[in-house]
Each structure stands twice: as C-alpha cells, then as structure tokens.
C-alpha cells in the first residue's frame, strides 16, 4: 500500500474516533466472546527477534513460515516489485530468492501457505486494488521448494494461475487465507473504518475463473494481513495497529459461523507499517513484520 494513501487512511480514521473504540495494551489476549470456544488464547509480549538482512526485502507486505524448511520463513514485497519471494531465516538471513513469474503482477499483498500431504504450496494473492477497479484478480500458487545449504540461492518456477472475480463488486483487500480444513481460499476486504467483508474462492484450480461469496462481516477496518493456523483453529486478521484480531473455532465448526462471534484480541509489535502475520507451523505462536528496509522479524507465543 502506498504511504501517502496510508497517511491519509489514518488520517480518516482519525477524524472518525468517535466510532472507532481504541485498541486494548498489548500485554494478553481479551476478548467479549463468552461462546463455546472457551476462554480466549494468552499471547506474551511481541518481541523482535532478528531484522531482515539489507538487500531487496524492504516493503515486506506478506508472510509465511515454512514448511519444508526449519525456522525458516517465506515474506514477499508489496506492489511495484516482481513476482518473487525471499526465504529467510529466524536470524534475519536471506535464504534464497524465488521468481515464480515472468511477468510482473499489479499488486500482490498477501500470501498464504498449504501444508498437508500432498504437499506444501505457497499460494500468492494478487489482490490488491487501491482504485476498487479491478475486474479480475490473480491467484498464484507454486510448489514449495526444500532448501539446502546456507549460501543464498536464486530460484526460478513457473506459478500456475487461478482467476478469481468478486461475485458482488470489486474491492480492495490485502489478506489471503488458506483454510487447511476445506481447503478454501479467503480473501479479506480492506476498509476505511467499520466491518470487512470475507469472500470465499474456493480451493485452488489452476487455470479457472472463480467467482466469491460472502461469507461474513468482521469488525477489521484497514485489515492488511492475516492466516488460519495448521490445524485450522485460529483465524487472525491484523492491521496497523498494536492488537490483531483472533478467532477461535470449535472442532467440525464451518469458518463463517466461527467468523460470526466477536473476535478475541492478540498483541502485535508497534511496527511503522506492519502489513504481514503468519502462524507459527506449530500453532504455539505467530510473527509479524513492517514494510521497510532491515525491518524486524517479531515473534509472539501463546502462554
């Protein structure tokens, strides 16, 4: 997302605080759902654990770790850049660089990954739309590839390509979810201020157009990031504040109806512009990071 649309976002939100009630210390988890779920996840205090090392990771807009490679994570640069990821490591590493397109996308803003046994995939959502124009949007998905050694390395695949239309009207969003128990893909609207839409896309088919459904309304305005855990029991949506909204489902539960109870609440570090949030693989915590250059990989665990 361009800063000055980001300055100017805050900007209207501010003049709006009346309807906005004002984020809770990020020291625990709180929550106004009494429901079956139980009491919400205790998340400790964020804290960095590494920066990114300098080079060309410097408007990190997404994230995933991975599941192929130990401590390792997958982050990608908001619009502008080509269609290419960085694996990095829980020290700030660079890895490798992975191209997966010839051509460069209109804005990819979130990413998501599949771990099961048929593999793991990264999945790149290309949906970012600040004109609220686009008429299609472009999903990407390519294989996820084991890493060796620790010299960085320079990767090349060939995404296959899902196109995804809105069944309403066109929106801009930034958060791409992957729902390892149906495996649906999500995409999670971006608003000025009120409640975010959640579309669902259906699980991946390459070379298909898919059109959405609604699925629920959530109270995530400027929404930039998020993930649903391994085991599909955690749902986060994260802005640019210091909380990320957390969603706890019940085992059989169906996403729009753990969707629709009001959110739990997670601390995230002050970032200047955090737009990314992944779930650790084993669950027992997640990571976010800021747009910008040598910006730090931080890491929250649940008590």
């Not at 619009?79 to 051509?103: C, I, K, N, P």
């Not at 504040?241 to 969603?247: D, Q, Y």
């Amino acid at each position: 997302m361009e800063m000055r649309r980001f300055f100017f976002a805050l900007a209207f939100v501010a003049c709006s605080s009346a309807e906005q009630p004002s984020s809770p210390a990020p020291s625990a988890a709180t929550s106004t759902d009494g429901g079956a779920t139980g009491a919400c996840p205790r998340a400790g205090a964020p804290a960095p654990i590494a920066p990114i090392a300098a080079g060309e990771v410097d408007e990190a807009s997404g994230i995933a770790a991975s599941a192929l490679n130990e401590g390792a994570y997958w982050v990608h640069n908001d619009s502008g850049d080509a269609a290419r990821a960085f694996a990095v490591s829980s020290t700030g590493a660079l890895l490798a660089t992975l191209t997966f397109d010839a051509a460069e996308p209109a804005d990819i803003e979130d990413m998501a990954i599949e771990d099961g046994p048929g593999g793991s995939f990264l999945y790149f959502g290309d949906i970012g739309d600040n004109a609220v124009a686009r008429p299609a949007l472009t999903i990407h998905r390519v294989a996820e590839p084991r890493l060796s050694g620790t010299a960085p390395v320079t990767l090349d695949a060939t995404s296959e390509k899902m196109t995804v239309t809105y069944g309403d009207a066109p929106h801009d969003a930034e958060t791409l979810l992957f729902d390892p128990i149906t495996k649906d893909l999500l995409i999670v609207t971006k608003v000025l201020f009120g409640r975010a839409h959640v579309h669902r896309v259906g699980p991946f088919v390459a070379g298909t157009t898919a059109t959405t459904t609604r699925i629920a309304s959530i109270p995530a305005a400027l929404a930039t990031g998020g993930a649903i855990s391994r085991d599909g029991r955690l749902v986060a949506v994260r802005g640019y504040g210091t909380t990320a909204s957390l969603w706890v489902r019940a085992p059989g539960e169906d996403l729009a109806t753990a969707l629709a109870r009001p959110p739990c609440s997670v601390p995230v570090a002050t970032e200047a512009q955090g737009e990314a949030f992944a779930f650790l693989p084993d669950g027992g915590g997640y990571v976010t990071v800021s747009e910008g250059a040598g910006a730090a990989l931080n890491l929250a665990r649940f008590e």
